[in-house]
């Protein structure tokens, strides 16, 4: 039918800033499912006289955390320092080592990011994508395992993939200091202009792939 939408193949994760023409960094391939679970709070209030049912007008909605699920695989460098927030990249001529940090310390705010994902079937469209979803500011919350085993089968990174979790924070600007709409500091979907933040830009998704 000539209104309804379908998520149909994968899609590209990209982390960064969106408010400069080269800060959003493509996380790289993934192998298996990205997620994106919009974790709606709703709270309810009980008629316990007649039993537990939930009352119509005793229900609360404390907005939503959205949380994003990506199985990712590419082990570059500077691609684990941008998901693991406090580490650090220290460089010896051609060689890099990377620090994790340590120590108890406030993430700054403008050391989180924002983080979104485009279907394959519109990285011709980038950032005006229909169903691409948007976390204006976000965090790793799980890193997942970094794995060394015998490869299997016919796809030598099928047994690789580190699940990635990617949550969703709440601030009132963006990194160029531009307020972020209240409903859209949760998250969105689709063109960012058309909620209301221009001058958002993606690279050429389509010299990614």
Same mark, same amino acid.
């Given at each position: 039918?000539?209104?309804?939408?379908?998520?149909?193949?994968?899609? @590209? #994760?990209? @982390? =960064?800033?969106?408010?400069?023409?080269? =800060?959003?960094?493509?996380?790289?391939?993934?192998?298996?499912?990205?997620? +994106? %679970?919009p974790q709606i709070q709703i709270h309810t209030g009980m008629v316990d006289q007649s039993g537990m049912i939930p009352r119509a007008d005793?229900?609360?909605?404390?907005?939503?955390?959205?949380?994003?699920?990506?199985?990712?695989?590419?082990?570059? +460098?500077?691609k684990l320092q941008l998901l693991l927030s406090g580490s650090s990249v220290q460089t010896s001529g051609s060689d890099k080592a990377l620090?994790?940090?340590?120590?108890?310390?406030?993430? #700054?705010?403008?050391?989180?990011?924002?983080?979104?994902v485009i279907p394959m079937n519109e990285i011709s469209d980038g950032v005006t994508a229909a169903n691409g979803w948007w976390f204006p500011?976000?965090?790793?919350?799980?890193?997942?395992?970094?794995?060394?085993?015998?490869?299997? =089968?016919?796809?030598? @990174?099928?047994? %690789?993939?580190?699940?990635?979790?990617?949550?969703? @924070?709440?601030?009132?600007?963006? %990194?160029?200091?531009?307020?972020?709409?209240?409903?859209?500091?949760?998250?969105?979907? =689709?063109?960012?202009?058309?909620?209301?933040?221009?001058?958002? %830009?993606?690279?050429?998704?389509?010299?990614?792939?």
């Open positions: 039918m000539a209104n309804e939408q379908y998520n149909i193949g994968p899609c @590209l #994760a990209l @982390l =960064g800033d969106p408010t400069t023409a080269s =800060g959003m960094t493509y996380l790289g391939p993934t192998r298996g499912n990205v997620t +994106i %679970q005793a229900i609360f909605n404390s907005g939503p955390q959205p949380v994003a699920s990506v199985p990712l695989v590419d082990e570059a +460098i500077e620090l994790l940090g340590s120590g108890v310390k406030q993430i #700054a705010v403008s050391d989180i990011n924002t983080f979104c500011r976000a965090i790793t919350t799980s890193f997942g395992n970094i794995t060394f085993t015998l490869p299997s =089968g016919n796809d030598l @990174l099928s047994n %690789q993939a580190r699940t990635t979790t990617i949550t969703s @924070l709440y601030y009132e600007t963006d %990194q160029a200091g531009t307020t972020v709409p209240a409903d859209a500091r949760p998250g969105f979907r =689709g063109d960012p202009s058309i909620a209301g933040l221009t001058g958002w %830009q993606l690279p050429d998704l389509t010299t990614l792939v």
